[in-house]
């Protein structure tokens, strides 16, 4: 089974930018639907983005402007363009694509 590992998080101040990754151990080139998703602190994980190819990209009016989801299938890797970060972009951000487990997420800290 194809695993997703994420990777880019980090600290960054209000305003900062940051790539998250979403690196598959297989070709993602099966894979249509995909989608980024935050978990806060102490709050359930919500979507905010997803790709499915052939439809539009869909983004949570939370970050709708400021936050660009794109794939690469020659590198098996999907992205999360972080802009104008807020600090209630903190917490955990997971990829998740349809029959796959949930990888480890990872940390996005940003200060006011």
């Known amino acids: 089974q194809v695993q997703l590992t994420e990777s880019g998080g980090g600290l960054v101040q209000a305003g900062g930018s940051l790539r998250l990754s979403c690196a598959a151990s297989?070709?993602?080139?099966?894979?249509?639907?995909m989608g980024w998703y935050h978990q806060a602190p102490g709050t359930e994980r919500e979507l905010v983005a997803y790709?499915?190819?052939?439809?539009?990209?869909h983004y949570a009016d939370s970050v709708k402007g400021r936050f660009t989801v794109s794939r690469d299938n020659a590198k098996n890797t999907f992205y999360l363009q972080m802009n104008n970060l807020k600090p209630e972009d903190t917490g955990v951000y997971y990829c998740?694509?349809?029959?796959?487990?949930w990888g480890q997420g990872t940390q996005v800290t940003v200060t006011s």
């Open positions: 998740k694509a349809a029959g796959l487990d």
């Open positions: 297989g070709s993602i080139s099966r894979i249509d639907l």
């Open positions: 790709i499915n190819d052939g439809t539009p990209d």
